[in-house]
């Protein structure tokens, strides 16, 4: 019996590859692909798959969020898919099966297929789904997932989570603001989001990652536009590809 896989990954290109990879073997086959999170969990919850190829950032949701939504009997094997590769690696190869980077060569995905392949004979998917998630979400098992790592000239120091108010995108660089001062780094907003405790963070605009526990008011206009201030009194714009989300979240959706 073929192995039943979902491949979620908001690149259609990128789905386009591990299709044509996974063509070339016969015992897997595809149930479904999907371009963002909401579609995946849905997919998932329906299909009940054996192999879950899983992009860690989408537009909608995270990796990690798909996961916290899926609602399975037995969990499947978990592929993580990343172009970055400064998140928790070490948590998610504890706990996933594999962990692919872009660009991955195609001898390292077939790789991958025969550890599935080799984990599929044993019966076990090897994955505490609850310490995992823990674990990459600020849980108690890894002693620095409370804290971000920033790289500061010759330095790197760990800024406590939950002591940053929000992040700007500033050209090529990121401004986080903490309580205690700002720190700019070299990374994109898209890059830092997964790092973050997503029940606390999220993204109200292209350039704007807030921290809703340092959240005053939401201020509506006239013209069915919203923004959010800040206890410290900043004040930034909830852009319209944002605002759905963002009020589901609150649960204002």
Avoid: W
Avoid at 18 to 39: D, H, K, M, Y
Avoid at 229 to 237: A, G, I, K, S
Avoid at 246 to 253: C, E, I, P, T, V
């Amino acid at each position: 019996m073929a192995h039943r896989v979902i491949i979620v990954d908001d690149e259609l290109l990128a789905r386009k590859r591990i299709v044509e990879l996974l063509g070339t073997r016969p015992e897997f086959q595809i149930e479904a692909e999907c371009a963002n999170g909401e579609e995946a969990v849905l997919r998932i919850n329906k299909i009940q798959p054996d192999v879950l190829f899983l992009d860690v950032e989408l537009k909608d949701l995270t990796g990690f969020d798909v996961l916290q939504q899926i609602s399975l009997q037995k969990m499947p094997l978990i592929v993580f898919i990343t172009a970055y590769d400064n998140y928790a690696i070490q948590a998610f190869n504890n706990y996933a099966l594999d962990f692919l980077l872009k660009p991955f060569k195609n001898h390292r995905f077939f790789e991958t297929l025969d550890r599935i392949e080799e984990r599929i004979k044993l019966n076990t998917n090897g994955i505490d789904i609850r310490k995992f998630l823990l674990d990459v979400q600020g849980g108690s098992a890894n002693p620095l997932a409370s804290r971000l790592p920033i790289r500061e000239n010759n330095r790197t120091v760990f800024v406590n989570k939950d002591r940053i108010k929000y992040i700007c995108a500033s050209s090529y660089y990121s401004d986080i603001f903490s309580v205690e001062k700002k720190y700019t780094v070299r990374e994109s907003l898209k890059n830092l989001m997964p790092q973050l405790n997503t029940h606390k963070f999220i993204r109200i605009h292209r350039s704007t990652i807030i921290n809703v526990d340092y959240m005053q008011e939401l201020v509506h206009s006239d013209y069915n536009e919203m923004d959010v201030r800040m206890q410290d009194q900043e004040l930034f714009r909830i852009s319209k590809s944002y605002k759905k989300e963002f009020l589901q979240k609150l649960g204002l959706g």
